[in-house]
């Protein structure tokens, strides 16, 4: 009986609470838009999926300064072979996240031969050719090259994670599919030759897209997964006697249900993450691609395959996690001044958010720095907006997902967690309207706050983030806040302000302090128009928020 008044009563609120949500007539927001109500409705009770603690990966690429796409020439020395790992502001982006994973791979990654020890031939490097798959020739990876990585990688404190070419060994024929099973023995040379050395890789992934159909070749799912079962049989041996061995990760593909199904049932015991590929917002040159950002129903699409992955790896016996091994959004080196400017953050945030609603562990975006979608500048290497971004995820979302539900505008996207190594949660809010500001109240359950649902005192508009009231320390009754907006509102912009002052470097090349600001938690959340907004409330205490 207790259920079913439960239950009625949540029917009721979420009743209540839509009536509330009605645009407010009329009312003008400093004559820039309208003002809208709405409600986050946040359960606690249990988490619907966790994290890993290093949830944000981004990936370095291989691509020469003359890979170039509808004409325009992105990647500069970007590629894993030539980036200039000298460059203090790349240690200090690295560093900031303490630790960030690093996917090294591509399209590339396929056609990458790697140096051995007996070799003293000069390693031969990319060449550009139309007649070859991918337009490139074969590419070397020289073992010096292979070292400064590693010993960079080691200072920044990264997690590494390591793409083999699959295609060694194999023909592929006219139809795309490629025949044979893999050759290992190169890579077996590099992961000796690693464990050797004392590199710390995370994980070894054998391929880049070839799953089903392919990404210039395929391979069938039976014989990827022989080949997965011999580099797990590698890495055991090698790493004999390791307290900690490297994982075994792929396919790193487009996800495919009836190929991904077959190779996970046929890697139950060799398999420990299972890696796919996101680029729904189609190719580059696309001259749509933010109004699909900020379309809801668009963005709402992009859950399909993190829900179908999700029930394969449930209904299955493997034991293996799903990560997103790389997510550029547009294919083809993204567009700039949108895959590489704000409004790139309104899909990647999303993105985020859904992830790891579905039990995503870990989300690599493409790139760290290359192409048109880099976290940081092809050129000067300073952060693009979703470098801030993806760090404000990254120190404030921990690793519980909490069941989330936004009622009001469709313009609204919301995602919570449990918070990042402190008491409390923090709450994601997404505004896809560029006209209207939304007043958002905040109503929990099983939470030991003293009020489940935190009544705002009045509905004016908090536009001006310098007058925002601001608390000296932190209590009970304060929330902090990170607003993030456009410079001049331009979501084209590369330049973020944050709590409205922009965000930029120092001289040093040291990524500055993000600062909240402190706000009345009996105050509602102001969403801007086209903003986002990250909510800490540490005096929200959830069952599924158990922290020591």
């Not at 109500?37 to 946040?42: K, L, M, P, R, Y």
């Not at 505008?409 to 919301?414: E, G, Q």
């Not at 508009?461 to 009754?477: C, E, G, L, T, Y």
């Not at 965000?503 to 801007?528: F, K, Q, W």
Request: with cysteine; glycine share 10%; charged share 15%.
């Amino acid at each position: 009986m207790g259920c079913v008044l439960n239950f009625v009563g949540l029917c009721l609120w979420v009743c209540l609470m839509s009536q509330s949500s009605i645009p407010v007539a009329s009312q003008r927001s400093g004559g820039s838009g309208y003002v809208e109500e709405g409600s986050v409705f946040i359960n606690g009770r249990v988490a619907i999926g966790s994290t890993d603690d290093d949830f944000i990966c981004a990936t370095l690429d291989w691509w020469p300064p003359d890979k170039c796409d509808y004409g325009t020439c992105s990647w500069g020395r970007a590629s894993l072979l030539n980036l200039d790992l000298s460059n203090k502001i790349l240690l200090n982006a690295i560093k900031a996240f303490s630790p960030l994973k690093i996917r090294m791979g591509g399209t590339l990654q396929d056609k990458v031969i790697y140096q051995r020890t007996s070799d003293q031939n000069p390693c031969a490097q990319f060449v550009k050719n139309s007649s070859e798959m991918f337009g490139f020739s074969e590419g070397c990876l020289p073992m010096s090259r292979w070292d400064e990585l590693n010993l960079f990688f080691r200072e920044a404190g990264a997690v590494v994670i390591f793409g083999l070419n699959a295609l060694s060994g194999r023909t592929i024929g006219l139809d795309g599919l490629a025949a044979g099973a893999w050759n290992s023995s190169d890579a077996e040379s590099l992961i000796r030759y690693s464990a050797n050395k004392g590199y710390t890789i995370h994980g070894w992934e054998l391929g880049n897209e070839l799953t089903g159909n392919g990404v210039g070749a395929g391979v069938p799912a039976d014989q990827y997964a022989s080949d997965i079962n011999t580099l797990q049989s590698m890495v055991q041996m090698i790493y004999e006697g390791f307290e900690v061995k490297p994982l075994v990760l792929g396919p790193g593909g487009f996800f495919d249900a009836s190929w991904y199904t077959e190779f996970i049932d046929k890697t139950l015991k060799s398999l420990q993450v299972v890696t796919h590929h996101i680029y729904n917002l189609g190719p580059g040159v696309d001259d749509h691609l933010i109004d699909k950002i900020l379309d809801p129903s668009y963005l709402d699409g992009g859950s399909k395959p993190f829900q179908d992955l999700q029930s394969i790896l449930q209904t299955s016996a493997t034991s293996a996690t799903a990560w997103v091994g790389e997510a550029g959004g547009a294919y083809n080196s993204g567009h700039n001044l949108v895959t590489n400017a704000f409004a790139f953050s309104f899909w990647y945030l999303d993105q985020l958010g859904m992830a790891s609603s579905y039990g995503t562990k870990t989300y690599c975006r493409q790139t760290l720095i290359g192409g048109n979608y880099g976290l940081l500048n092809t050129t000067t290497f300073v952060p693009n907006p979703d470098y801030y971004s993806a760090l404000l995820w990254h120190r404030l979302m921990g690793r519980n997902v909490l069941s989330t539900s936004f009622y009001g505008t469709r313009k609204i996207r919301a995602y919570a967690h449990c918070s990042k190594q402190s008491p409390g949660i923090t709450l994601l809010l997404i505004n896809l309207d560029g006209n209207t500001t939304v007043q958002v109240q905040v109503s929990t359950k099983n939470a030991g706050n003293r009020t489940s649902t935190l009544q705002h005192k009045d509905k004016t508009q908090r536009s001006n983030f310098s007058r925002m009231p601001r608390v000296s320390k932190i209590d009970a009754s304060v929330r902090e806040e990170y607003h993030l907006t456009a410079k001049d509102g331009d979501l084209h912009s590369q330049t973020l302000l944050l709590n409205g002052k922009v965000v930029t470097i120092n001289s040093s090349g040291i990524v500055p302090p993000l600062e909240p600001i402190r706000v009345s938690s009996m105050d509602p959340v102001i969403v801007a128009p086209f903003s986002i907004v990250f909510v800490r409330f540490p005096n929200i205490n959830y069952p599924a928020c158990k922290y020591k």
